[in-house]
């Protein structure tokens, strides 16, 4: 296992007290082998991985978009090929409230983005031009303020979900030669249970998740033009708080971050898209308690190999390998930006970059061959940084 940190080298001052100069390198800690417990092991061996320099057999670079709720504007970086994070102040885009949640339509070069005006609440659809650079189409007014958005992989579909209503929402985008990617029709309404915190598209079962925090349960619904009809749902043990969920690419498992309980749940998907728990697995370290600590985000590589989740609090990400079974095993954790509310992985699988809420950083990493992670670049953009998109 491993615990990834900044390497910090101590520099001497004149006065012959020392002070902390970071480098371009990170330090990886390697743990032993999991505890019986299920926590991570004790620390081991520790290397230097420096930054890389970008070499022309490299991938190209990446446009990052990330929504600033202190700042009221997205702003727009380039992840580079050797991951350097570089700020492009020129394509910031400055909006009317505070915006939330943000999907990347590549197909159609949109932007959507869940907007808190105070007075109202609105997706934004921002059309992408060919240098990254922004520029809003249209608004439309949502039934409350969204925590989360997903697109159906046809983007002809997107659903939203709202924490503070108790509400999802289902969203029809036309597709075809007239279709510009803004919202035809939507649901006003679809009450749910108490504190829906994510509504995610299965693309196996062509059916919608949500897990809901407060209610303990995670329930499915299909999606028709934009009705949402209740399938099915399953109740989550103890006070877990589930709070984002992703799937496997075959749709066969579906792995969840609980907020509250601070570990993942995995769960086999059924032929008709029904779910049975089969695994839970903690996201913390030795000795740490969930009581100051909570779940935040969850994502998987492309390739299905290995699956990440931050924790605030301890403010880390933890990692996991996919097994051929579904089942998780723990990798270590990777210490990162304070207050990891949401992260992101770039297409290729190559690159993991997170948000830190209230650092107002954000930090790029290496995925490496075996599943580890490497810190490669941090960058400030501002405040309050709370959802990252990769084009």
């Known amino acids: ?28 800690v390697n743990f032993d082998a999991q505890e019986a417990d299920g926590s991570l092991g004790s620390v081991g061996t520790v290397e230097t991985v420096p930054l890389e320099e970008p070499t022309g057999d490299q991938v190209p670079s990446r446009m990052l978009y990330v929504s600033m709720s202190g700042d009221k504007a997205i702003r727009v970086l380039r992840l580079g090929p050797n991951g350097s994070l570089t700020r492009l102040e020129a394509l910031d885009l400055e909006l009317d409230g505070q915006p939330g949640p943000i999907v990347v339509a590549t197909q159609r070069r ?11 609440q609105t997706v934004d659809t921002i059309s992408i031009g060919n240098e990254g650079e922004l520029e809003k189409v249209v608004r439309d007014v949502l039934l409350g303020n969204p925590v989360y958005l997903d697109l159906s992989r046809d983007e002809a579909s997107m659903v939203s979900a709202y924490f503070g209503d108790d509400a999802i929402a289902g969203h029809v985008l036309p597709v075809g030669a007239n279709g510009d990617g803004t919202i035809v029709d939507q649901t006003t309404d679809r009450t749910t249970d108490e504190e829906p915190h994510a509504a995610h598209f299965n693309p196996a079962h062509n059916l919608v998740y949500v897990p809901h925090r407060a209610g303990n349960k995670i329930s499915w619904f299909s999606l028709n033009g934009s009705e949402l009809s209740l399938v099915g749902e399953i109740s989550v043990n103890g006070r877990a708080g589930p709070r984002h969920i992703v799937f496997s690419s075959d749709g066969e498992f579906a792995y969840v971050i609980n907020e509250t309980s601070v570990d993942v749940s995995v769960y086999e998907v059924d032929r008709e898209g029904g779910l049975s728990l089969i695994q839970t697995i903690t996201a913390l370290p030795p000795g740490r308690q969930p009581e100051g600590n909570s779940g935040a985000d969850i994502h998987l590589t492309p390739d299905g190999r290995f699956l990440y989740a931050s924790v605030r609090g301890d403010d880390s990400i933890a990692g996991f390998r996919v097994s051929a079974d579904g089942l998780l095993d723990t990798l270590g954790r990777t210490l990162t ?55």
């Open 1 to 28: 296992m491993w615990l990834i940190l900044a390497a910090v080298s101590m520099a001497s001052c004149g006065d012959g007290s020392a002070t902390e100069a970071t480098t371009d390198s990170s330090v990886s």
């Open 110 to 120: 949109r932007l959507y983005v869940g907007v808190d005006e105070g007075f109202q």
């Open 337 to 391: 930006e304070q207050r990891p509310r949401e992260f992101s992985i770039t297409p290729d699988g190559r690159y993991l970059v997170a948000a830190g809420q209230d650092s107002g950083a954000l930090a790029s990493y290496q995925i490496r061959e075996n599943g580890t992670l490497v810190l490669l670049d941090t960058q400030e953009v501002g405040n309050g940084p709370v959802w990252v998109a990769i084009d």
